[in-house]
Nanobody, 123 residues
Framework: QVQLVESGGGLVQAGGSLRLSCAAS????????MGWFRQAPGKEREFVAA????????YYAGSVKGRFTISRDNAKNTVYLQMNSLKPEDTAVYYC????????????????WGQGTQVTVSS
């Protein structure tokens, strides 16, 4: 069982930056692939980024590649999402998720979810 708690969301102007954090409980955190997803009002939840258990492999949606960076600190049971050059279309609730399987962009492949943190980018 893994419990996930996101933090770091907020209101930022276009072009600004935010860093999201996701703190995980449980001693098996290092065995999970971690992902970030987001859901804007009226839209489906979409994949943003994922990172392998070791941190050696990262994956990004095309819309955020080059602007967002996912990382993890297994000693702190935490995964991060550094978001730079934010755009109004990045506005959404951002969710952290964990899967015991290999990397996937499909939200159905993730076993555990956080409660989400709101990111709002003003133009």
């Amino acid at each position: 069982q893994v419990q996930l708690v996101e933090s770091g969301g907020g209101l930022v102007q276009a072009g600004g930056s935010l860093r999201l954090s996701c703190a995980a409980s449980g001693r098996t955190f290092r065995s999970y692939t971690m992902g970030w997803f987001r859901q804007a009002p009226g839209k489906e939840r979409e994949f943003v980024a994922a990172i392998s258990w070791s941190g050696g492999s990262t994956y990004y949606a095309g819309s955020v590649k080059g602007r967002f960076t996912i990382s993890r600190d297994n000693a702190k049971n935490t995964v991060y999402l550094q978001m730079n050059s934010l755009k109004p279309e990045d506005t959404a609730v951002y969710y952290c998720a964990a899967t015991s399987s290999l990397y996937t962009r499909d939200s159905r492949g993730y076993n555990y979810w956080g409660q989400g943190t709101q990111v709002t980018v003003s133009s």
